[in-house]
């Protein structure tokens, strides 16, 4: 690989490593591989207890364009937020690090942001599963659904929103860097960092472009943020990420209804979700709903966070019919 290409990459990849051995050469071998070739590889090591740091030395000792950090077990947010310092990419791309992504997907998406000015290009997802079955309850598709066109960024969200299909996993769109630099978002070092990052940036954005392909190949395994037991951790994390966009919201105008609309769905996956805690944590959470997010609180959700048995026996019934 060219010197200067490497030194002025159009792409840098983020990726984030905790324990993932087992998938990690699959993941690397998906960025190694694009076809878009002047990319810079930012890997970051974040305290793995397995064999991960030793793959990751092992790759970039065969190509010359994957960096390695390494740090004490700080958290994905925190390791992104490294990865974000370090780039120097016109471009910048958040990955998984026991995902795939497909061989054209960078190619394919900085063409589209080269070619109309965009802020952000997103693009859809296929799901697979590793070593569960686990109903995720919703899907990565969008295709069909939108126009091929310039979106304005509160355009495009609400238009998302309105069916359902607003995704926040930064693993969905290339993303400006210029444009990260300009609105100064770093994530935050909570679970569900995603639903904050993507939210306001997504809002934020002026020029914003889709590509009508499933990109991106997310493994669903055990173990993972998404399909670890629910604890008032999550919940936390939840009320953190609503007071935050609160906060955005009470000093931008501006973006104050759309940030409604995020505020109503998290609240509402919160507290439903909630049901799965002990009586006294549930209570809890029902009063600070109540207190402070009674605008965006469905009843449903506070009867089944409440009564449990209630969400047991509706499932009861439809498995009957």
Do not use: W
Not at 13 to 34: F, G, H, M, W
Not at 129 to 152: T, V
Not at 188 to 214: H, M, P, T, W
Not at 274 to 287: D, G, K, P, Y
């Amino acid at each position: 690989m060219d010197k200067n290409l490497i030194e002025n990459p159009k792409v840098s990849v983020i990726i984030p490593v905790y324990n993932t051995e087992k998938y990690l050469r699959e993941a690397l071998d998906s960025i190694v591989n694009q076809t878009l070739k002047e990319i810079e590889i930012i890997t970051i090591n974040d305290g793995s207890t397995d064999s991960s740091l030793d793959v990751l030395n092992e790759y970039a000792q065969k190509d010359n364009r994957i960096i390695v950090f390494s740090q004490e077990n700080k958290g994905q947010a925190i390791a992104r937020n490294l990865g974000i310092e370090k780039s120097k990419g016109r471009y910048v791309y958040f990955f998984d690090s026991d995902d795939i992504l497909l061989p054209t997907a960078l190619e394919e998406t900085y063409n589209k942001c080269e070619k109309d000015n965009l802020d952000l290009c997103f693009f859809d997802a296929d799901i697979f599963y590793d070593d569960i079955k686990y109903d995720l309850h919703f899907d990565y598709k969008r295709c069909h659904l939108l126009e091929d066109k310039i979106y304005d960024g509160i355009e495009i969200t609400n238009i998302l929103l309105d069916i359902n299909k607003f995704r926040a996993s930064p693993c969905l769109y290339l993303l400006n860097a210029n444009f990260l630099k300009e609105i100064k978002l770093a994530f935050k070092n909570v679970i569900y960092e995603d639903e904050l990052f993507g939210s306001l940036l997504y809002i934020q954005a002026k020029r914003v472009g889709f590509i009508c392909q499933s990109f991106f190949l997310r493994r669903v395994r055990s173990n993972s943020t998404i399909t670890k037991s629910y604890s008032t951790r999550n919940l936390n994390s939840y009320f953190y990420i609503l007071n935050q966009l609160i906060e955005f919201s009470n000093e931008n105008n501006y973006y104050k209804k759309t940030i409604d609309r995020f505020c109503k769905n998290i609240v509402n996956v919160a507290v439903y979700r909630a049901n799965s805690l002990r009586l006294n944590e549930r209570l809890s959470c029902v009063i600070i709903s109540l207190s402070k997010y009674h605008t965006y609180i469905k009843i449903k959700s506070i009867i089944v966070c409440i009564f449990p048995f209630i969400l047991k026996k509706d499932k009861r019934v439809q498995s009957n019919e």
